[in-house]
């Protein structure tokens, strides 16, 4: 049996996470999924701190990170190696020390994000499908019913989880890191690799290997049950 510890991206809750866990729980293993913090003065740094209280009540945990929770949950398993078995990137990846996550954007994208934070005054609220469209992000997988639901039960994003980063310390080696590639391609990563890419250099260790699981970039809601699956893969 394995503990897996669910960390949703953006604008999402614990509930994001429902029929992964349900599908993983049915194979015979135990499932928490964390709740981030969405208080208006909560940051990437406070989002780290809710993951390792998660991690503080488990043992040796594969430690799961969607999206804007990835960088979250790099930090975290620096912060917490001794509860942390492996980690596991989906459709996203670690940040070096210090960048946010609207840095890691093109910057019309970026002006975008922030122009959306200064009209709301407390963070970003979720883009809605044509957005992300126009925004390049990849809703493919998902019903309209299906889109309109998640859309509706999300939550703003803090400003500061939007606008700042995470501390890193020094990445363990002998951590496994996989990331499961759903918007992109292993193959598209590679080249940044290769170039020292801040973000994607860290990627070309031993340690890290890719899954490919071709959807949009919530496989969470796009292919549950085939995410549950590579989950339970990767122990």
């Known amino acids: 049996m394995t503990t897996y510890v669910l960390v949703p991206g953006f604008w999402l809750g614990a509930w994001a996470w429902d029929a992964v866990a349900a599908d993983v729980r049915a194979r015979g293993h135990e499932v928490v999924a ?9 940051t990437a740094e406070t989002h780290v701190d809710d993951v390792r209280r998660a991690l503080s009540g488990v043992d040796r945990a594969v430690l799961v990170g969607h999206s804007g929770g990835g960088p979250v949950c ?6 917490a190696r001794d509860r942390v078995a492996r980690l596991v990137f989906v459709d996203t990846g670690p940040l070096p020390d210090g960048v946010a996550q609207v840095e890691f954007t093109p910057p019309e994208v970026q002006e975008w994000i922030r122009a959306a934070v200064e009209k709301d005054g407390t963070g970003q ?6 957005e992300f469209a126009e925004l390049g992000t990849s809703t493919e997988g998902i019903s309209d019913a299906r889109f309109d ?16 980063g995470v501390r890193r310390g020094t990445p363990d080696p002998s951590l496994p890191k996989a990331v499961v590639a759903c918007s992109f391609t292993p193959g598209q990563v590679r080249p940044m690799i290769d170039a ?13 290997s890719f899954v ?7 496989p969470m809601f796009s292919e549950p049950d085939r995410l549950a699956g590579v989950l339970a893969e990767l122990r």
């Open 34 to 42: 964390v709740e981030l913090g969405h208080a208006p003065g909560d």
């Open 74 to 79: 790099a930090a975290a398993a620096e912060r």
């Open 125 to 130: 609220p979720m883009p809605t499908r044509a």
């Open 149 to 164: 639901e998640v859309h509706a039960r999300s939550l703003v994003e803090p400003a500061g989880a939007v606008l700042t």
């Open 196 to 208: 020292g890419v801040p973000g994607f250099a860290e990627m070309g260790g031993p340690e890290w």
């Open 212 to 218: 490919e699981l071709p959807t949009g970039h919530w």
